[in-house]
T-cell receptor, first 116, second 114 residues
Framework: AQSVTQLDSQVPVFEEAPVELRCNYS??????LFWYVQYPNQGLQLLLK??????LVKGINGFEAEFNKSQTSFHLRKPSVHISDTAEYFC??????????????FGQGTTLQVKP | NAGVMQNPRHLVRRRGQEARLRCSPM?????VYWYRQLPEEGLKFMVY????????ESGMPKERFSAEFPKEGPSILRIQQVVRGDSAAYFC????????????FGPGTRLTVL
């Protein structure tokens, strides 16, 4: 079975500073990896995904993530954050098996608080 | 192209009542997923449906919960005899493909059980 651990429940950071949100996963098979963002009282929006190929994935809003198979990690980074990036961020995995139904397994979430 | 629609956005029920949550997928999407977000927790998968079929219900509580996705109309998540522990945000996502790794989420229904 797969599981996802987001190591930080809250990450406070000042505007224009860099940020890294950490995500580790546990799986005996290869997985697809995702980062979603949830703004207050809204649904989830896909930031980026890793299915195969280059381990550095670029997403929307200036975010990127790097897949590290040996460390089973998929950390999210942004070189300079804005106030508008304040939101909840979720890391998720999905196993690409032949019977895969595409269901996502989510981490607990990390609240990014960008301060002026 | 309208996004995934969920209604109602907020639903208040008393213990023992029934809750019906509706999800209209994006146009052209025939695959629907339901997830539940309990307070201070991440989202948990509940059920995956294709038109007229339940494909994976491994995350559904064994009692009181049911889901359907009829040939016509929205997908429905039904909770009978609600209890306070059912209070949560329920999100629907749709995908155009089986095993869809591009899931588009609705805004959620926030259920409060008094």
């Amino acid at each position: 079975a797969q599981s996802v651990t987001q190591l930080d429940s809250q990450v406070p950071v000042f505007e224009e500073a860099p940020v890294e949100l950490r995500c580790n996963y546990s799986s005996s098979v290869s997985v697809y990896l995702f980062w979603y963002v949830q703004y207050p009282n809204q649904g989830l929006q896909l930031l980026l995904k890793y299915l195969s190929g280059s381990t550095l994935v670029k997403g929307i809003n200036g975010f990127e993530a790097e897949f590290n198979k040996s460390q089973t990690s998929f950390h999210l980074r942004k070189p300079s954050v804005h106030i508008s990036d304040t939101a909840e961020y979720f890391c998720a995995v999905s196993p690409p098996t032949s019977s895969n139904t595409g269901k996502l397994i989510f981490g607990q979430g990390t609240t990014l608080q960008v301060k002026p | 192209n309208a996004g995934v629609m969920q209604n109602p956005r907020h639903l208040v029920r008393r213990r023992g009542q029934e809750a019906r949550l509706r999800c209209s997928p994006m146009k052209g999407h025939s695959h629907v997923y339901w997830y539940r977000q309990l307070p201070e927790e991440g989202l948990k998968f509940m059920v995956y449906l294709q038109k007229e079929n339940i494909i994976d219900e491994s995350g559904m509580p064994k009692e009181r919960f049911s889901a359907e996705f009829p040939k016509e109309g929205p997908s429905i998540l039904r909770i009978q005899q609600v209890v306070r522990g059912d209070s949560a945000a329920y999100f629907c996502a749709s995908s155009p493909l089986r095993g869809g790794h591009e899931q588009f989420f609705g805004p959620g229904t926030r259920l409060t059980v008094l």
